[in-house]
């Protein structure tokens, strides 16, 4: 008999791109609109795997609730796992994650991102819907000569600094790991953070959520940087102190931002919320900013990176069931990707 996987917020791109690849594993996917919580966690009942995506709860009493059910391992379909308990997961669940799909699609959301912002695209869009054609307004600035930041400078942050030299743009980097020949090899400057907040009209983020990141952007590093300063945050809603953004915002001591991630978005994105009244106030100001563009959380949303990860998740799955090694395992003990026991598997 097949095993069972308990598919969690599953969406109708989900089935389909699921659906499809399944077809070479053959697996029960059992779909489940809801969200994985500890009120959702007996829907697991009878399944050795779930799968979850990045606004799932993997805290403690979920894991705790899996492993009670018999559940052994989490597939989780996102590169992310900052939302997993992985040391209540440790020697009880296994976790495995998609670490790569596409870089580019996100790479190229953030820079479809930049130049709706800095061409005002998303104003152009209703105004000539509306028959409207008076450019007043719509006042852009040319990348090309500006300074780009590119803050993280892994499989995306590169896409994303490669892509801005082709525009022309000077590109300073940071990463706590620098690769200076990659940098040498497309002209760009590994520099300081400060540098970065205080000289660069772009700045876009990159980096994964940490305690040694959340908040990197805070109040005081929006205070170093210039009012023109277009700021991009395609990484993780808690890289940026939202209240503290929303303060330049509304004093003009910034020049714009676009979003792809908030730091409270999972109550709110991936979800409908257009006849409802938005209580977050602090998402609400942020929606109301001419000059702020929200996307929920959709970098990674291309036909190619969907594909990718059902192809990764359900060959993660199959390790687990062929007892084989578990490539894409996070693991508490390596507080991250795991480097493995003896049998290519944390434990
Ligand atoms: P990656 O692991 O290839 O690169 C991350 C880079 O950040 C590494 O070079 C690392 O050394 C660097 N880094 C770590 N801590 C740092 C710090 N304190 N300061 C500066 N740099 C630091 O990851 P990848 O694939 O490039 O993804 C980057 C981030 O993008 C992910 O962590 C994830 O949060 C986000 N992401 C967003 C998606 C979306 O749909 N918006 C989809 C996929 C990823």
Excluded at 158 to 180: C, H, N, S, T, W
Excluded at 207 to 230: F, K, N, R, S
Excluded at 322 to 327: G, I, V
Aim: glycine share 8%.
């Amino acid at each position: 008999m097949s095993e069972t996987i308990v598919f969690y917020d599953a969406k109708p791109y989900d089935r389909r791109f699921f659906d499809l690849v399944n077809q070479e594993h053959g697996y029960a996917i059992r779909y489940v609109d809801a969200h994985l919580t500890p009120e959702t966690v007996a829907l697991a009942e009878g399944a050795r795997c779930v799968c979850a995506f990045v606004n799932d709860d993997c805290g403690q009493e979920v894991i705790d609730g899996l492993a009670d059910r018999g559940v052994e391992l989490v597939a989780l379909r996102s590169a992310g796992y900052n939302h997993v308990d992985l040391e209540a997961a440790y020697e009880r669940i296994h976790v495995v994650r998609v670490p790569a799909y596409s870089p580019h699609a996100v790479a190229e959301h953030t820079v479809a991102l930049l130049l709706s912002l800095c061409r005002k695209i998303h104003k152009a869009f209703y105004r000539t819907r509306d028959a409207n054609f008076a450019i007043d307004g719509l006042l852009g600035f040319d990348l090309v000569g500006k300074r780009a930041g590119v803050i993280g400078t892994g499989k995306i942050g590169r896409l994303v600094a490669e892509i801005l030299r082709g525009f022309g743009m000077e590109v300073l980097v940071y990463d706590i790991k620098p690769d200076q020949d990659w940098a040498a090899g497309i002209d760009a400057r590994y520099v300081e953070l400060a540098d970065i907040y205080r000289q660069c009209r772009v700045i876009s983020l990159h980096c994964p959520l940490t305690p040694q990141t959340h908040h990197l952007i805070d109040a005081a590093a929006l205070e170093t940087m210039g009012d023109d300063t277009v700021l991009i945050n395609t990484g993780r809603g808690g890289l940026v102190d939202t209240a503290a953004l929303v303060e330049v915002l509304r004093t003009g001591a910034i020049g714009a931002a676009a979003l792809d991630v908030y730091e409270e978005e999972s109550q709110y994105f991936f979800e409908d919320f257009s006849s409802q009244v938005i209580s977050d106030d602090i998402l609400a100001r942020l929606i109301g900013f001419p000059n702020v563009l929200i996307t929920s959380h959709q970098g990674f949303f291309t036909a190619e990176a969907l594909e990718a990860i059902a192809r990764t998740t359900l060959g993660n799955v199959d390790a687990y069931f062929a007892n084989e090694a578990l490539d894409n395992e996070v693991c508490y003990r390596c507080d991250g990707p795991c480097d493995k026991g003896e049998r290519g598997r944390c434990f």
